[in-house]
Each structure stands twice: as structure tokens, then as C-alpha cells.
């Protein structure tokens, strides 16, 4: 059973940072999506099982970075100069390989964190 939890979403002001984090039960392929209220899930982030291989969406490129501490099954989403348009409930998404884009692809997910934005 693959579990993942998700801490650090929270209200922050525009332009403010958060950090987001998913501890993982085992060393996966990790994404983070996001779904804002009437929207459909979208992707935010990935990275692959060696940390090597990373994709963005173009909206949050060059202020998002997503990392991972392998030590600990832990992928982090640190998110900076955040905008209004930010604000969604964030999940964390784990596969054994796949780091893509797609969320459909992913086969475990987490309970998600939501993150504010206040202008």
C-alpha cells in the first residue's frame, strides 16, 4: 500500500512562498497537480525516481521548484512570488516510473493540501 502525505499549504499573501511537501512510504516517481474550484486537476510538477528528470507547466516555471530528499521519501514544492491564480487544493501524485504530465498515469494520490492566495 502506497501512502503519501502532504503538508504545507496555508493562506499567504500575493507574492508571498510556501512549501509544500509529500512523505512518501517507498522512493517514487512523484507529481504535484493542483485543482482550483471548478476546475479540472492540472499538472504542476514532477520529478523522476532519481531526482534527475523534472518537468514544470509553463505558468508556474521559474517560480516553482520541486525537489525530493531521498533519505526520506520526500518530495517537496517550493512556491514562490505566488499569485491569486495559485490558490487550488494541491496533490501530491506517486508512481513506480512514470514522471510525465499526465495525471492519469499516476496511481497513487495523496489527500491534498490547499493553498490561498489573498491579493
Known amino acids: 500500500q502506497v501512502e503519501l502525505v502532504e503538508s504545507g499549504g496555508g493562506l499567504v499573501q500575493a507574492g508571498g512562498s510556501l512549501r509544500l511537501s509529500c512523505a512518501a512510504s517507498?522512493?517514487?516517481?512523484m507529481g504535484w497537480f493542483r485543482q482550483a474550484p471548478g476546475k479540472e486537476r492540472g499538472f504542476v510538477a514532477s520529478?523522476?525516481?532519481?531526482?534527475?528528470?523534472?518537468y514544470y507547466a509553463d505558468s508556474v516555471k521559474g517560480r516553482f521548484t520541486i525537489s525530493r530528499d531521498n533519505a526520506q521519501n520526500t518530495v517537496y514544492l517550493q512556491m514562490n512570488s505566488l499569485q491569486p491564480e495559485d490558490t487550488a487544493v494541491y496533490y501530491c501524485?506517486?508512481?513506480?516510473?512514470?514522471?510525465?504530465?499526465?495525471?492519469?498515469?499516476?496511481?497513487?494520490w495523496g489527500q491534498g493540501t490547499q493553498v490561498t492566495v489573498s491579493s
Open positions: 520529478n523522476s525516481r532519481s531526482g534527475l528528470t523534472t
Open positions: 501524485a506517486a508512481d513506480i516510473n512514470y514522471s510525465g504530465t499526465d495525471k492519469s498515469a499516476y496511481n497513487y
Open positions: 517507498g522512493r517514487y516517481a
